[in-house]
């Protein structure tokens, strides 16, 4: 097979159900989003990050790919035949588990904080900002686009992003500065 097929050379993209769109079409934007934090946490993962850190990130990883498929399929039949887009509840309740996990190694937080610290710290910030414009962009389909379970996940992940982030620096050493 190989990986140019020409069928988007005027500007349209196939979807899962058979239909063709425009590639700036709303669902497009939500799960390019989606693949692009997925490329950003690749990024994070080839930073070399701890051991627990990497494991949780490449589960993300493959979770974030899920959720691009179901957003890719407007016909919501892709969960009936592959069993490995499903992202439910169990899932979420894996990301609140890493993050009070994280948090436990944390100070309170009692002030905003500027996004840096050491590079891999940063590149979460990042990750992080990435999560909430993918959120935009899925609330914007509308509450019928996709299941809800995706929606709260992602919203659970960018809360993720930030612990880890926080994780990170203060594994580094790194000082968190306050705004």
């Known amino acids: ?23 700036s079409n709303p669902r497009v934007e939500a799960y390019g989003d989606v693949d692009e934090l997925g490329a950003w946490l690749g990024a994070v993962r080839a930073s070399g990050v701890e051991p627990d850190v990497q494991t949780m990130v490449e589960r993300i990883q493959r979770d974030l790919f899920a ?14 035949r592959v069993a490995k887009t499903a992202v439910g509840d169990d ?7 890493w993050i009070d996990t ?17 590079p891999t710290g940063a590149a979460l910030h990042v990750a992080r900002t990435i999560c909430r414009r993918a959120e935009r ?43």
């Open 1 to 23: 097979m190989k990986i140019y097929t020409r069928t988007g050379d005027r500007g349209e993209t196939g979807l899962l159900d058979g239909s063709r769109v425009v590639k």
């Open 67 to 80: 959720i691009g498929a179901r957003l890719a399929d407007p016909a919501h039949r892709i969960g009936d």
């Open 91 to 97: 899932d979420i309740a894996r990301l609140e588990q």
């Open 102 to 118: 994280l948090e436990a190694e944390l100070p309170p937080l009692k002030r905003f904080i500027l996004a840096g610290g050491a």
């Open 137 to 179: 962009s899925m609330v914007a389909l509308g509450p019928d686009a996709f299941e809800a379970e995706l929606l709260t996940y992602v919203n659970r992940l960018s809360d993720l992003l930030f612990v880890m982030a926080r994780a990170i620096n203060r594994r580094a050493g790194a000082i968190e500065l306050e705004w």
